[in-house]
């Protein structure tokens, strides 16, 4: 009994680590950049985010890129862009 005892003990806390493990591994992002900014949805500036693996155009007011469908999105400063590829 005592023995059936220590390997469940045993087996819960390989579980346990494990779990711990998978749940604060790093995680893989999908995209290349992140891009936060703001836009305006009924004359309110509203934070938003987009994702994307290519950039077209940087300049100190605008970015650029186009999305899969080929439809251009420029987004207007102030915005952060966050390189995931590092």
Known sequence: MKKLINI???SLLTLFIFAVA???AP???KW???IRGYVQIEGESRPAIWYTDSIDHISDDSITYHNSDGSRVVIDSPYILYDNSK
Do not use: E, G, N, V
């Open 8 to 10: 469940t003990t045993i």
């Open 22 to 24: 998978i749940l604060t």
């Open 32 to 34: 290349r950049y992140q």
């Open 27 to 29: 995680k893989m992002t």
